[in-house]
């Protein structure tokens, strides 16, 4: 990725279907760059050093979220879900206000990471109460007091997930038409009856995100 779009620097010597590895990782990469913590910078590894008072329990039995970034990677997207439904019904709803008229600017990669570090700012650190801290990269600084996230917070970002759902979805099926404009989405090596997949939930790792891609072509691609 560089810094004015998901757009290569040359093009391959010779023009190529994307592999679904490719595709996994663009999906992934799109939708990391929309979460809030993904852009914070507050010394606490984007929410990983904060621990939580509480743990959130989860009524499928999967492991309790205990800090901060996983959170937001989990526990907001799921507060999504009690108010849209599960996957499919957000993916569709979310779909059918961008059709109805709500608006998403493609802008570039960086703007997408500043959209999300203004998030971050207000929704998580503000609203939380969080102070400033500085550490070097990749570590935790000193004094990070546990945080207090009640479904009431939780509830209360609601509409900024949805947000950042839809614009991650809205864009991530932008780029892939514009790959299927071309020859990314054919078949390689052509076959009678080629597989026209898109990832599994577990390969993407992007939660509700992918479910948007579905509105675009099927992708075909060496596996």
């Known amino acids: ?30 939708g990391d760059i929309h979460q809030p913590l993904h852009s914070a910078n507050n010394g606490d590894r984007g929410g990983n050093c904060d621990n939580l008072t509480t ?67 207000k929704d998580v650190y503000q609203k939380l109460g969080i102070p400033a801290h500085t550490a070097p990269p990749g570590q935790c600084a000193l004094g990070i007091k546990k945080v207090n996230v009640t479904q009431q917070y939780l509830d209360s970002n609601v509409p900024d997930v949805e947000t950042q759902l839809m614009r991650a979805g809205i864009r991530l099926s932008r780029i892939i038409n514009q790959i299927c404009a071309g020859a990314g989405c054919q078949a390689n090596p052509p076959r009678a009856k080629p597989s026209c997949v898109l990832p599994s939930k577990k390969a993407c790792r992007s939660k509700v995100v992918h479910s948007f891609s579905q509105s675009s072509p099927l992708l075909c691609g060496a596996s």
Do not use: C
Not at 4 to 18: L, N, Q
């Open 55 to 121: 743990s959130l329990k989860h009524s499928d039995g999967s492991k309790p979220t205990t800090e901060l970034h996983a959170a937001w990677d989990v526990d907001e997207v799921l507060a999504g879900f009690k108010v849209l439904g599960n996957e499919t019904a957000i993916a569709n709803a979310l779909f059918q206000r961008f059709k109805n008229g709500a608006s998403v600017q493609q802008l570039t990669p960086t703007d997408w990471a500043h959209e999300a570090y203004d998030l971050a700012k």
């Open 1 to 30: 990725m560089n810094e004015s779009d998901f757009t290569m620097a040359a093009p391959p010597d010779k023009p190529r279907p994307m592999t679904s590895q490719e595709l996994a990782f663009l999906i992934h990469f799109v």
